[in-house]
């Protein structure tokens, strides 16, 4: 006669397949759940990406199209009449501040450099013919914008920043043969100049440099 399992026995074999069958679905539930994070996850990410090149190709375009915008109230001179010869006496130029002409063999140091004080046109016209745009205020010049403008051009090379006190304008920005008045740091065509002109197609002289010359002031 068979023996019969003891009732305590089944219960307790009972109880384990149970527990290993919950365990079991709680494995697959966590396997679900990691993979479905997973998957978000590298979505998320790649969408993330495609928004940042999208925003970053965006951003290019806007650039490129401002780039070819006409600027408003911009006076151009012809570079063809603009002499290029190194003398070390000072130049009578036709403008204030000049946007080109004969110059001072030595350019202004044109790093993103902000001088506090008046610099000789000479030098900073050398800085021009090197694709330098030129940042220039007079009194008239609110200090706010002033600061604004010096943290613009700290940041950017090829450019440079004095005061010019008997200028027309206020705030007016130069490049060789390139010339405009703007209303303060955030009329958009301050962006718009700096990305035209520096290093801009106007330069007679593109690639030389910007250091290595007088911070003379």
Same mark, same amino acid.
């Given at each position: 006669?068979?023996?019969?399992?003891?009732?305590?026995?089944?219960?307790?074999?009972?109880?384990?397949?149970?527990?290993?069958?919950?365990?079991?679905?709680?494995?697959?539930?966590?396997?679900?759940?990691?993979?479905?994070?997973?998957?978000?996850?590298?979505?998320?990410? &790649? =969408?993330?990406?495609? $928004?940042? #090149?999208?925003?970053?190709?965006?951003?290019? !375009?806007?650039?490129?199209?401002?780039?070819?915008?006409?600027?408003?109230?911009?006076?151009?001179?012809?570079?063809?009449?603009?002499?290029?010869?190194?003398?070390?006496?000072?130049?009578?130029?036709?403008?204030?501040?000049?946007?080109?002409?004969?110059?001072?063999?030595?350019?202004?140091?044109?790093?993103?450099?902000?001088?506090?004080?008046?610099?000789?046109?000479?030098?900073?016209?050398?800085?021009?013919?090197?694709?330098?745009?030129?940042?220039?205020?007079?009194?008239?010049?609110?200090?706010?914008?002033?600061?604004?403008?010096?943290?613009? &051009? =700290?940041?950017?090379? $090829?450019? #440079?920043?004095?005061?010019?006190?008997?200028? !027309?304008?206020?705030?007016?920005?130069?490049?060789?043969?390139?010339?405009?008045?703007?209303?303060?740091?955030?009329?958009?065509?301050?962006?718009?100049?700096?990305?035209?002109?520096?290093?801009?197609?106007?330069?007679?002289?593109?690639?030389?440099?910007?250091?290595?010359?007088?911070?003379?002031?």
């Amino acid at each position: 006669m068979a023996a019969h399992p003891n009732p305590s026995t089944a219960d307790r074999r009972a109880r384990i397949e149970e527990m290993r069958r919950a365990e079991k679905a709680r494995e697959r539930r966590n396997r679900i759940i990691t993979i479905t994070l997973s998957t978000v996850v590298v979505a998320g990410l &790649v =969408g993330f990406g495609a $928004y940042v #090149l999208d925003k970053e190709s965006d951003e290019k !375009a806007q650039e490129v199209a401002s780039a070819k915008a006409p600027i408003r109230d911009e006076k151009s001179w012809d570079p063809k009449k603009l002499g290029r010869n190194h003398p070390t006496t000072p130049v009578s130029y036709p403008m204030k501040p000049p946007v080109g002409g004969d110059h001072h063999p030595v350019w202004m140091n044109c790093d993103g450099d902000v001088y506090k004080k008046p610099i000789r046109n000479e030098n900073a016209v050398h800085s021009l013919e090197h694709g330098a745009v030129w940042v220039t205020y007079n009194g008239k010049a609110p200090a706010a914008e002033v600061k604004k403008l010096e943290e613009k &051009v =700290g940041k950017t090379p $090829y450019t #440079l920043m004095s005061p010019v006190e008997d200028q !027309a304008g206020a705030i007016m920005l130069s490049a060789w043969g390139k010339q405009v008045t703007v209303d303060g740091a955030d009329d958009p065509r301050v962006n718009q100049f700096f990305t035209k002109y520096v290093q801009g197609p106007q330069t007679p002289e593109p690639g030389a440099a910007c250091t290595g010359g007088t911070g003379q002031q």
